[in-house]
């Protein structure tokens, strides 16, 4: 798919960038621990994990028109993270890197914070459906449901 290319060491400033504004954006409301959302995530440090290899770029792929939009992550038919930047939600890039993640990397499944109303609708409107199973996500007290295409 045009514009969507493997996420390369020269992405990790970019990458962290996008995951923690985007995931403070999503998730601040729903877990209500700035502790988290402002302590603990923080973006040079992830940028750090990407380029010294403690976190793997291997599974990510970019959005790139110019610059890096958004990212997905898949992994053995998951798609395990979906993210665009905050500024450019709304545009399609999140349909595009959803699309390329199903047609490209046989993703058919994910999981997705239970009070996430907005990307439980994303994922439906793409044909996901929920499967009924739920599970608490881990070291949280908020549940995670599975949905399959």
């Known amino acids: 798919m045009e514009h969507i290319r493997k996420a390369v060491p020269r992405d990790a400033s970019r990458l962290a960038e996008i995951l923690i504004f985007a995931k403070r954006t999503a998730y601040r409301t729903i877990f ?3 502790a988290v959302s402002f302590g603990e995530m923080q ?13 793997s770029l291997e599974p990510i792929w970019v959005y790139d028109d110019a610059f890096v939009r958004g990212m997905v992550r898949a992994e053995g038919g998951e798609v395990k993270e979906l993210y665009v930047d905050p500024f450019f939600q709304g545009t399609g890039i999140g349909s595009k890197l959803l699309c390329f993640a199903v047609e490209q990397l046989n993703a ?3 999981w ?9 609708h ?14 608490l996500e881990p070291g949280t007290p908020e549940y995670i449901i599975k949905m399959t295409r």
Do not use: M, W
């Open 108 to 110: 058919r499944f994910l």
């Open 122 to 135: 994303f994922y439906r409107s793409h044909g996901f459906t929920p499967t009924g199973e739920r599970e």
């Open 43 to 55: 973006v040079l440090p992830l940028a750090l994990d990407y380029l010294e290899g403690r976190e």
């Open 32 to 34: 209500q621990n700035d």
């Open 112 to 120: 997705v914070l239970e009070k996430n109303r907005k990307a439980i």
